[in-house]
């Protein structure tokens, strides 16, 4: 689970200053959080369907903001996924 207090730690590091949510590199910091706590909770709990559809739709939507960085700018997309050790196709 996301707490509040890991969400301000995370847009401090990824965004460009302290309110800034809505950056692509703070989405998908966001979401790259998301994921691995889904992931931990379906390790534990092989058989919950739901989480696991919402997992994938987690990994796509990061995929989608990955693919938009790629595009507009090559540098931050190296950048974020070496940071969050993130596999680029």
Do not use: C, W
């Amino acid at each position: 689970m996301l707490t509040k207090n890991r969400k301000v730690e995370i847009v401090n590091k990824f965004g460009k200053n302290d309110s800034d949510t809505g950056s692509t590199e703070v989405q998908v910091a966001l979401l790259t959080e998301r994921i691995s706590s889904l992931t931990d909770h379906l390790r534990s709990q092989p058989k919950d369907f739901s989480s696991r559809r919402g997992l994938l739709k987690l990994v796509g939507q990061r995929r989608n903001f990955m693919s938009y960085l790629k595009k507009r700018n090559i540098d931050a997309h190296g950048a974020i996924s070496k940071q969050l050790q993130i596999r680029v196709k």
